[in-house]
């Protein structure tokens, strides 16, 4: 593949390698990628992933919603610290290659989650998950 971006992708794949967003459910994180920043709209989003054109979409800051996954607490056990620091090392890994990051989500009560940004080649990357909001 010759993509400008592809080193960026391999380090959002790695940093998000068995990374797990806990809501009342556990779902993966995965790595997401459009070419060109300029086809990109909350319109295309849904589109690409098969949504209804009337699916609710809400918008969230990066910092914010980031914040409870990236906080060590001291009753965390070496797993929820390890956890922690995972999250801490994607969410810099984002901030230093990726400007504009905003927070979609799609969806009221089983949500998905897409935190993109744009890259220095004017792509659009991130991570999308799921999230269970009942």
Same mark, same amino acid.
């Given at each position: 593949?010759?993509?400008?971006?592809?080193?960026?992708?391999?380090?959002?794949? $790695? !940093?998000?390698?068995?990374?797990?967003?806990?809501?009342? &459910?556990?779902?993966?994180?995965?790595? =997401?990628?459009?070419?060109?920043?300029?086809?990109?709209?909350?319109?295309?989003?849904?589109?690409?992933?098969?949504?209804?054109?009337?699916?609710? %979409?809400?918008?969230?800051?990066?910092? !914010?919603?980031? &914040?409870?996954?990236?906080?060590?607490?001291?009753?965390?056990?070496?797993?929820?610290? !390890?956890? =922690?620091?995972?999250?801490?090392?994607? =969410?810099? $890994?984002?901030?230093?290659? $990726?400007?504009?990051?905003?927070?979609?989500?799609?969806?009221?009560?089983?949500?998905?989650?897409? %935190?993109?940004?744009?890259?220095?080649?004017?792509?659009?990357?991130?991570?999308? &998950?799921? %999230?269970?909001?009942?």
């Amino acid at each position: 593949m010759n993509n400008p971006d592809q080193k960026l992708i391999e380090q959002l794949e $790695l !940093a998000t390698k068995d990374l797990l967003w806990l809501s009342e &459910t556990e779902y993966p994180m995965q790595v =997401v990628y459009w070419q060109d920043e300029n086809n990109f709209t909350q319109e295309t989003l849904l589109q690409q992933h098969n949504y209804s054109p009337d699916t609710k %979409i809400t918008t969230k800051e990066f910092a !914010a919603f980031f &914040t409870a996954a990236t906080k060590q607490e001291t009753w965390h056990n070496e797993a929820e610290q !390890a956890q =922690v620091k995972k999250y801490q090392a994607l =969410v810099n $890994l984002m901030t230093e290659n $990726l400007t504009n990051i905003k927070v979609y989500l799609l969806g009221e009560i089983e949500i998905v989650a897409y %935190i993109l940004g744009t890259t220095q080649h004017k792509a659009i990357a991130g991570v999308t &998950t799921q %999230i269970v909001a009942t």
